[in-house]
């Protein structure tokens, strides 16, 4: 799976494998890693996590599909690789309503409802480490993120190559010193964690149904496994066969939950830097009163080994990850506005799209945390419905192109899609390559 990371080249029509696997991983990269981890912890306790986990190993089967799928019915449009829910709804059901339909649920989700959660947490960690108002903030990110979303897809793959993987080494890099310096409460955190999960640590016995909920919900968010949104990346890339890209896109998911997610839920629970409500009031546990969840939890953990270090690093991690995902959604609203469009390549519904995230993402700067998660979880909610019907409904042709796969493999062959071998319809793209 890594080496296919790397494989593939770049064309006029679309990105590398790695480019695509990068604006992915740039939207599953998010706030979610930071301060929906510690949401996840303070609702429904440390045993959130284990079914962050368990959320992730499910959660990679169907972005497999979706990512396959993805590139299956992708089309050249604007001279580029386009495709996603939308496209496979269409070509793969024969469904044309439903297609429109999530096309607009994606945009509305991806430009209005999400951005604003991810600058949310960027303002808020700026405010608390550097004293920075959230307005200020606002207006940094909206021309940074002007000068991108105006420069089209192909700078949005560039920028997210070199930014992904070093925000990501960075993070980690500082995870594992933590647990480095922790090591000997290793065991004792993992017991915590499982012990959590299924309702046999007395302290948080009361809430094992909380810990389930959060955690599968904040595992969703954060990995965006069949959501839908990745296929759009997927679908962007140049490889010799759809599954190249699905279990690239399986992957992501791994490193997601299990690398980032992870690392910051045991910076949090190595250092005790954490509150856990209780349903019924108050607390179950307070060791930072009067801090409310969110990337402040991981701020304070990591301050406690490296005193005023942890807030700043924090705020700039946050500032990466949160920036990119905003890059990402912007990227996969763009690319359902072009399904929408059809043949006709207007560029004024673009423009107010670009204008429209850009609202968007500085209104979330100056609103509450509680109004912005609200707004992502009902866009996340809005498409992952919509779409996991259509993944569940065109699993087959997946299966059949990974069957594919694998028999070649077992050749000894760097596998090639042959779409009129598998009896596969409307897959234009893989039809002029065959």
């Not at 947490?121 to 608390?128: D, G, L, Q, R």
């Not at 090591?183 to 999960?197: D, Q």
């Amino acid at each position: 799976m890594i080496k296919l990371l790397f494989g593939g080249e770049s064309s006029d029509k679309g990105v590398t494998s790695f480019q695509a696997f990068a604006i992915a991983i740039s939207g599953r990269v998010g706030t979610g890693n930071i301060a929906g981890v510690a949401a996840a912890i303070a609702m429904g306790g440390p045993g959130a996590i284990f079914w962050m986990w368990i959320i992730a190993f499910l959660g990679s089967a169907s972005a497999f599909i979706e990512a396959t799928l993805g590139q299956m019915f992708k089309e050249v449009k604007d001279g580029q690789y386009r495709g996603g829910p939308a496209f496979y709804i269409e070509k793969g059901l024969g469904i044309k309503w439903y297609a429109i339909l999530f096309a607009i649920a994606t945009i509305l989700s991806t430009a209005f409802f999400l951005p604003g959660v991810q600058s949310n947490s960027i303002a808020i960690s700026v405010e608390n480490a550097f004293d920075v108002p959230v307005w200020i903030t606002g207006l940094v990110i909206c021309v940074f993120l002007a000068l991108i979303i105006f420069g089209g897809v192909k700078r949005i793959g560039k920028v997210a190559q070199i930014v992904v993987p070093f925000m990501a080494a960075a993070y980690i890099i500082m995870a594992i010193i933590i647990m480095a310096l922790n090591i000997t409460e290793i065991p004792g955190v993992i017991k915590l964690i499982v012990t959590s999960a299924f309702n046999a640590d007395a302290t948080f016995g009361g809430i094992f149904g909380m810990a389930i909920s959060w955690g599968i919900k904040r595992g969703i968010y954060s990995n965006e496994a069949g959501q839908g949104t990745a296929p759009h990346a997927a679908a962007a890339a140049e490889v010799s066969h759809p599954v190249k890209q699905g279990l690239v896109q399986a992957f992501s998911v791994y490193v997601d939950t299990l690398f980032i997610c992870t690392a910051t839920a045991f910076m949090i629970l190595f250092t005790g830097q954490y509150n856990v409500v209780n349903p019924e009031g108050g607390f179950l546990v307070e060791n930072l009163p009067g801090v409310t969840y969110g990337p402040e939890f991981t701020q304070f953990a990591i301050s406690s080994h490296f005193p005023n270090f942890g807030a700043g690093f924090i705020a700039i991690s946050l500032a990466f990850f949160a920036f990119t995902t905003i890059m990402a959604y912007y990227y996969i609203a763009e690319t359902n506005l072009s399904y929408l469009q059809g043949h006709q390549n207007k560029k004024w519904p673009v423009f107010v799209l670009r204008v429209l995230i850009l609202v968007a993402t500085f209104y979330g700067t100056i609103r509450t945390a509680e109004l912005a998660w609200t707004l992502g979880d009902i866009g996340v909610g809005m498409m992952a419905w919509l779409n996991m019907i259509a993944i569940i409904l065109l699993r087959k042709p997946a299966m059949a192109a990974l069957k594919d796969y694998v028999d070649q493999r077992k050749k000894g062959l760097d596998p090639t899609f042959n779409s009129k071998s598998l009896d596969i319809k409307n897959i234009k793209v893989w039809d002029k390559i065959d």
